[in-house]
Nanobody, 124 residues
């Protein structure tokens, strides 16, 4: 498995931007599909975005399409989530996840490695 450490969360006003980073340890980072999930208080953890090992394929939840962009730098073993036009409903704990293989699943149970998460708070 791969160890994941998120950073970049914080407090931002509505309409603002944040960029989350997730640094991965271990070998063959490019062999892993990477994803971002989030969990708001009292809600289940939900898929936000995913990216294939090469970076050539991405997937987004409908709620963030056009506002969030996932990317990766395999030379730096890092995946990013650029979040623009943030809304109060984006407030949540954001988690980085990894899985081997080529499919970007939206179900939590399909992902094998998780980071500790980082808090994102969007004020109205």
């Amino acid at each position: 498995q791969v160890q994941l450490v998120e950073s970049g969360g914080g407090l931002v006003q509505t309409g603002g931007s944040l960029r989350l980073s997730c640094a991965a340890s271990g070998r063959t980072f490019s062999a892993y599909v990477m994803g971002w999930f989030r969990q708001a208080p009292g809600k289940e953890r939900e898929f936000v975005a995913g990216i294939s090992g090469s970076g050539g394929s991405t997937s987004y939840a409908d709620s963030v399409k056009g506002r969030f962009t996932i990317s990766r730098d395999n030379a730096k073993n890092t995946v990013y989530l650029q979040m623009n036009s943030l809304k109060p409903e984006d407030t949540a704990f954001y988690y980085c996840a990894a899985r081997s293989g080529g499919i970007i699943f939206t179900e939590n149970s399909r992902w094998t490695s998780w980071g500790q998460g980082t808090q994102v708070t969007v004020s109205s």
